[in-house]
């Protein structure tokens, strides 16, 4: 089932191994091998921000069901120890919880329920700089955008929606990159995170977000 070229090099910040469930049995049994790589399990905190520094993973796959405001601050570290992509996963479906874990830089939110073949397909897409978010979760957060409970750009990083609010304001991303230290190929992933989270295709239609909800 686990078939690809790669494997992706995966950090888990939980203690308890069992909520990977039949993933972690084929990875376990060596038949996983291949798609993911495991290069550490950790508890949050200095211990867990250090190892990634170390092991440099691809992503870090957080279980959000202890130690929430923890494990949600520790989004920021851990993404800056090594520029890994982190997803979270949760054993329910809970709006406020994914809105603040995506804010704080979480490129997905999944629930526990989801099979194995999904989570890996979700851990290459959050690799490859994609985001990853349960189709129930996705839904809520659109419901609650268009009731206008939950803003969309609520959603963002403090680093995305900096990016966002300079590409409404007609700047290129080149401008971007030297206004924010940043390289061209790092504004332009965040464009396209950003444009996933919005729900829109082009910077004509983030220029029209922006002017809908007051933000230029």
């Not at 039949?22 to 949050?44: F, K, N, P, S, Y």
């Not at 490129?107 to 851990?123: P, R």
């Not at 401008?175 to 989270?197: C, G």
């Amino acid at each position: 089932m686990l078939q690809d070229t790669h494997a992706i090099r995966l950090m888990l910040v939980d203690g308890d191994r069992n909520f990977l469930g039949d993933l972690w049995q084929e990875i376990e049994a060596g038949q996983g091998r291949e798609a993911i790589e495991i290069v550490g399990v950790m508890t949050c905190g200095a211990e867990a921000v250090a190892l990634a520094a170390i092991e440099r993973p691809e992503v870090i796959l957080i279980d959000m069901d202890s130690d929430t405001d923890e494990r949600i601050g520790a989004i920021p570290g851990l993404i800056q120890a090594c520029g890994a992509r982190v997803l979270m996963l949760a054993g329910s479906r809970n709006l406020s919880l994914s809105a603040r874990a995506l804010k704080a830089g979480a490129a997905g939110y999944l629930t526990k329920d989801t099979a194995a073949e999904q989570l890996v397909s979700a851990l290459r897409r959050v690799a490859g700089g994609g985001v990853a978010i349960s189709e129930a979760t996705a839904a809520s957060l659109l419901e609650s955008a268009r009731g206008g409970d939950v803003p969309l750009h609520s959603l963002l990083s403090d680093r995305e929606f900096e990016v966002f609010r300079l590409l409404a304001a007609g700047r290129t991303p080149t401008e971007i990159a030297e206004r924010l230290h940043l390289s061209v190929k790092t504004v332009s992933t965040h464009k396209a995170r950003l444009q996933q989270k919005l729900n829109v295709a082009s910077t004509a239609e983030l220029v029209r977000y922006a002017l809908e909800h007051g933000l230029l």
